[in-house]
């Protein structure tokens, strides 16, 4: 017991384990000074908006940044330029450290290619969600006497007719040719005081195709132009005469942001006004 009392207390004891202390607390600095080193902690960058940035220019840039890239996906969009960035991930602004792995989805160089469906005998309606979902469009419908009211009777491309199967590239318009009825006349709607979507959706309806929006007032984006409403229209709507067209007839839209004005431009509304002028006078 004697013994071992003098020798907790001895230099030599103390000796090592300061020297042991020293040891383990450089061994500890040591390994967080070299995993701060590794893992770069506390060291962070913004990552840059590489969106429509060019497939030619991506090895400069993200060197000149300290990052990397990995190109994960493709699509075609005519909203990009080809062979351009879409969208990134990690997005714009995010902080992150270098050397870090930025995922990237790139416009492809050319627009796929899609297979036209025979469509004959199909519905409009069907017909248009067909081409829709094939990334298609139509340039125009052509209505032509037959008892089979707004079927498809045949599908043009480029004034020629199209054959089931042919190759077209994604975004390209055809035309459709459907059956008018026996009569192939429907009657004018009215589309004034109407949202424009809304007046552009009863006209599809009716069979009938937008010819052009020749004015909107007020609007300055394509939002305005969606919620605009119609104070025009031609050819114009008469409650009196019920006006037939032939389907297929194109009507051209007149549109306002001003929900007061579009009661006051009606002509019903005009010669109200003009009259009660005259009497006043």
Not at 116 to 124: I, T
Not at 176 to 191: F, I, S, T
Not at 217 to 240: H, M, N, W
């Amino acid at each position: 017991m004697k013994n071992l009392f003098f020798f907790l207390f001895s230099r030599a004891l103390w000796i090592n384990v300061l020297i042991a202390a020293f040891v383990i607390g450089g061994i500890v600095l040591g390994t967080m000074h070299y995993l701060k080193s590794y893992t770069r902690h506390g060291a962070h960058i913004e990552v840059p908006d590489f969106t429509h940035v060019s497939l030619d220019s991506l090895d400069y840039l993200f060197e000149k940044h300290k990052l990397r890239y990995v190109i994960i996906d493709s699509l075609y969009s005519d909203a990009h330029a080809p062979g351009s960035v879409v969208n990134q991930n990690p997005l714009p602004r995010s902080s992150v450290k270098e050397n870090r792995k930025v995922f990237l989805t790139v416009n492809a160089t050319q627009p796929p290619v899609v297979t036209v469906r025979d469509m004959e005998g199909l519905s409009k309606r069907q017909a248009l969600a067909i081409m829709e979902a094939m990334g298609l469009g139509t340039d125009s419908l052509i209505y032509r006497p037959d008892i089979c009211l707004d079927c498809v009777l045949e599908q043009r491309y480029k004034g020629r007719k199209l054959k089931p199967g042919t190759k077209l590239t994604k975004g390209e318009k055809i035309t459709l040719v459907l059956g008018g009825g026996k009569e192939g006349r429907v009657l004018l709607p009215d589309l004034r005081g109407m949202a424009f979507s809304e007046a552009r959706d009863l006209m599809f309806a009716n069979t009938l195709l937008l010819g052009g929006v020749l004015d909107c007032i007020d609007c300055t984006t394509g939002e305005d132009t969606l919620q605009a409403l119609v104070y025009r229209q031609s050819p114009a709507f008469s409650k009196k005469t019920k006006r037939v067209v032939p389907m297929g007839s194109t009507v051209d839209l007149y549109l306002t942001l001003d929900t007061a004005a579009v009661h006051l431009m009606q002509p019903d509304t005009l010669f109200s006004i003009m009259d009660t002028t005259l009497i006043e006078e």
